[in-house]
């Protein structure tokens, strides 16, 4: 079992439990935090609480870390689409269908298996996530930094953080957006009804998404999304809140969409400053051919 972590609340840590640890325990995510919240590995005076437990001074929490399931990490010889290269960064250009990284249900076959193959990797972001800075959801396309040593990380990382690098995607949703562009500023955080889904909620983290429509169709929208945050599910999530989920997407899109493998979603431009040079960097990948396929079948039938 993982070493137990214990904590006797002072007068300023007052607030939510799941906020509250997730600022004094950094080493967590906040949506690990709640998980291990709401299945009692996180005890307040020997007692599980809910995640919206308000802490009081004097409470003592203690927190027993879900043991980790063991995986194996071994590199794969699998083929890579790689559109940049040098000895700190590689920019891949991923397949609808791939996960990225290792974890429970996905112990192999993933981007990181096939990259540990490639090249040696950065190592800040632990065992199981060499050399990943950002991530894209297993059914998403498109482009990737990955790092391959710590400081080119750590820089690509501070970009991510300052919100200078720049991340465009192309979606196609349901329905006709009349608007040509528009912001979405909804915070996001772990469904309430639903644990596997992410959604818009008061206390979440905030998200920005910004639109532009490229193409209307009778049924459907083209459009581009810009990300000033990266937060999980981000786009499907921001789009589905405002009334246009993505085609294709088995989770928050209707019953009743288009055939194919998952969501339509591609992350066709990535922009950052080399870790090394400061040179401004980027990148693009064309949308994949079930994508474009789709495009021109709406074009002749959904008009």
Avoid at 68 to 79: S, V, Y
């Amino acid at each position: 079992m993982s070493e137990q972590l214990e904590l006797v609340i002072d007068d300023k840590m007052t607030g939510r439990i799941d906020k509250e640890l997730g600022h004094h325990f950094d080493q967590f995510s906040r949506s690990q935090l709640q998980h291990w919240i709401e299945d009692g590995h996180v005890l307040v005076n020997g007692k599980q609480v809910k995640p919206k437990y308000k802490l009081l001074v004097g409470d003592q929490v203690k927190i027993i870390p879900e043991e980790p399931q063991k995986i194996d990490l071994a590199p794969e010889n699998i083929p890579l689409d790689i559109v940049y290269e040098d000895d700190d960064v590689i920019v891949v250009n991923k397949p609808q269908g791939m996960v990225v990284h290792p974890a429970p249900g996905h112990p192999d076959h993933t981007l990181v298996n096939a990259l540990l193959f490639h090249s040696p990797l950065s190592t800040i972001n632990g065992e199981f996530r060499p050399g990943i800075v950002h991530r894209i959801d297993k059914d998403t396309s498109g482009l990737l930094m990955v790092a391959k040593n710590d400081m080119a990380h750590r820089s690509l990382t501070a970009q991510l953080k300052a919100k200078t690098n720049k991340r465009e995607y192309v979606a196609l949703v349901h329905g006709v957006i009349k608007e040509d562009k528009g912001t979405i500023d909804a915070p996001l955080g772990r469904s309430l009804k639903d644990r596997k889904k992410q959604a818009v909620v008061l206390d979440g983290r905030h998200a920005i998404t910004h639109f532009k429509v490229l193409e209307r169709f009778k049924n459907y929208t083209l459009v581009a999304c810009r990300l000033e945050t990266g937060r999980t599910h981000q786009i499907r999530v921001h789009m589905k809140y405002i009334g246009h989920p993505l085609a294709g997407d088995p989770l928050y899109g209707p019953r009743k969409t288009l055939p194919g493998n998952g969501q339509y979603l591609h992350a066709r431009l990535l922009g950052f400053k080399h870790p090394r040079t400061g040179k401004e960097m980027v990148f693009t990948a064309p949308l994949p051919s079930y994508f474009t396929a789709m495009l021109e079948h709406l074009r002749k039938t959904d008009q």
